[in-house]
């Protein structure tokens, strides 16, 4: 006998649950927003849209599915199982922040604050959640599969990210490494930057639109669902030991660009999420490219 499908509520604190934590009540936390030309209200109104989509969500899962909820910040220790839905309530980075921990599992994004949210992710409104939770279990649902990139290291160690995954020094610091893509030749580059970011057509809406903007490159943005990559080299330092010749690029399905660790550490994160870092000393090695999973959104 099969189970029953269990929901996971995805959620993040708000912006005034961390003000009145920070500061004890609300009205410290009016003072304090108000002493820096800000209104409370226009906060305290966000939060209560978010907590108002949590109950509006959790009223249209049916009485047979079992469900939990889940905070952003036990996302790495929370262990998600085959059978569930994945339901973000939030806005489109928590999508991201959630994808690297699942293996398949539907995910339906409702948006807390339409017209604030892009809504690249987060593509529906409270009210619509009860028909999608049952379209994901009907067969009729329709699901972008979208392409995520996985970083590996020499150590076995792995990230998976939906938008970008960036490798470099903790910190402002210098990154230093040789770099190079498998199948070039074994042509590589010493190279000390800001560090390298490797992403996806998902991703290509944020950091790495940015980069390939300032940069005005040619090279074409990747789609969500393309197996394509794109990866760029933040400010490289030409010097006698260093060089700027390989500074961005595309990597095809196959393809894997390699970084060698030249100082003391260096780590890779996805998604902007420092805290669950890969670590790499010197003479490691890593390879990123395009990942084998993706990831089921629902349309």
Not at 27 to 55: W, Y
Request: hydrophobic share 40%.
């Amino acid at each position: 006998m099969s189970l029953a499908p269990r929901v996971v509520l995805v959620h993040r604190t708000t912006e005034y649950e961390e003000l009145v934590a920070r500061h004890g009540t609300h009205g410290q936390a009016a003072f304090f927003l108000a002493s820096r030309g800000r209104d409370l209200e226009e906060v305290a109104q966000r939060h209560r849209r978010t907590r108002q989509a949590l109950t509006e969500v959790t009223s249209a899962i049916p009485l047979t599915w079992r469900q939990t909820r889940v905070e952003r910040a036990d996302l790495d220790r929370f262990l998600f199982a085959p059978e569930d839905v994945v339901v973000v309530v939030g806005q489109d980075g928590l999508v991201a922040n959630v994808a690297k921990y699942l293996a398949g599992q539907p995910v339906l994004g409702i948006d807390t604050d339409p017209g604030r949210n892009p809504g690249v992710l987060v593509r529906h409104r409270p009210e619509d959640a009860g028909p999608l939770l049952a379209a994901t279990q009907s067969g009729r649902g329709h699901f972008d599969e979208l392409t995520m990139v996985e970083a590996v290291a020499d150590d076995t160690q792995r990230l998976v990210a939906l938008n970008e995954i960036y490798l470099g020094a903790a910190g402002h610091r210098t990154a230093r490494y040789r770099l190079g893509l498998e199948d070039d030749g074994g042509v590589v580059e010493a190279q000390a930057s800001s560090g390298v970011i490797v992403g996806t057509g998902t991703g290509a809406t944020g950091w790495v639109r940015s980069v390939w903007q300032e940069r005005g490159s040619t090279l074409a943005l990747p789609r969500p669902a393309e197996d394509r990559l794109l990866w760029f080299v933040r400010e490289a330092w030409p010097s006698p030991a260093t060089g700027t010749s390989l500074v961005a690029g595309e990597l095809a399905a196959a393809a894997r660009l390699r970084l060698t660790v030249e100082s003391e550490r260096l780590v890779a994160f996805g998604d902007g999420m420092e805290t669950d870092a890969v670590e790499l000393t010197w003479g490691q090695t890593i390879r990123v490219g395009v990942c084998r999973e993706r990831l089921r959104l629902v349309g």
